[in-house]
């Protein structure tokens, strides 16, 4: 009788996680998005007509009425503080040699992401630049 | 000419200070610094202790941080590290030192182990050799240099800040059989490397490959794995 063929791993595998392989992919795909995000909004903002003189409360107010600006704005932020969070994500996980100084690190940096996130999405869906009454910006004299 | 060596001392069983020792050798210019340690140990301090077994760069036991970058002592000669000045000689970082020039390869060869080293095939065993085409074996052949001297893994930064990293070498270890053709581990190790302490932790610094004194492209070898996991599974 042949011998019957096991066959291997024969010890049972814990759940596969496959988050360091995703955050180091997200790395390289935000990093490109960002590139196109963050130079082409240097450029209308600060090259565009005239330029960096343009730039005011209505100014901004001006681009938030536009979907397209909006979902622009919304995608750099999220990109761009997701990003940097990874990034010092890894930098803490390479330096901090103690477990609890690392725990507590990353507590901050979650919280601070998360502070920024929903106070940035919140303001670039509300924006209102006539919010004082008393505003002598040209839209809000009406 | 003469040579200064500034060695690292320590013995544990004596002192737990680690102190500097300067000795100075009259040496060849293109004796070893290998050598110039032998000097040292048979004709000035016997205490001296460092590992070697071969010399003459295949068994890859005396791998030390001269002057500041890891080599074989036995690969290098007096006039290649600027004898004109006091030479450094450190065990390698990252390691536990044991006594002088002495570190512990254990956390080292069993970050090795647990790549699975060795072939992995399935079914029953042919009656002749499992045959390969040259181009299959030349997938591989870098990495297959490896001597396991430990001078990439200690030169990594990484892994002297995080002793869980598995290390260069272990993935060199791993892309020797990932990449052969013959082997069936493969999904087993992508699988082991794909872990919290896998190739994620690679932040290609190149200083392994500076310190391979196989001249092995490990940097490489760690983008090939992340590459393979990404594509292959």
Known sequence: ?142 | MDVTLKIRRYNPEVSEDVRWEEHTVSMQPTDKVLDALHKVKWEIDGSLTFRRSCAHGVCGSDAMRINGRNRLACKTLVKDVNPDQPVSIEPIKGLPVLKDLVVDMEPFFDAYRSMLPFLVTTGNEPTRERLQSQQDRDRFDDTTKCILCAACTTSCPVYWTDGQYFGPQAIVGAHRFIFDSRDEGTDQRLEILNDKEGVWRCRTTFNCTEACPRGIEVTKAIQEVKRALIFRR
């Not at chain 1, 681009?63 to 990003?83: G, V, Y």
């Not at chain 1, 690190?105 to 006539?130: E, H, M, Q, R, W």
């Open chain 1, 1 to 142: 009788m042949a011998t019957p063929q096991v066959l291997a791993p024969r010890t049972p595998r814990k759940a596969r996680s496959n988050f360091e392989q995703n955050s180091w992919l997200f790395m390289r795909f935000s990093g490109v998005l960002l590139v196109v995000l963050v130079l082409g909004h240097l450029f209308i903002n600060l090259m565009r007509g005239e330029g960096i003189h343009a730039i005011d409360f209505a100014f901004v107010a001006g681009k938030w009425t536009n979907p397209f600006w909006q979902t622009w704005d919304l995608m750099m932020l999220w990109l761009a503080e997701l990003h940097g969070v990874n990034g010092l994500r890894t930098i803490i996980n390479d330096y901090a040699e103690r477990d609890t100084t690392r725990f507590w690190l990353k507590s901050l940096l979650y919280l601070s992401a998360v502070f920024v996130l929903v106070l940035g999405t919140l303001v670039i869906f509300t924006f209102d630049p006539c919010l004082d009454p008393a505003s002598t910006l040209d839209v809000c004299q009406k």
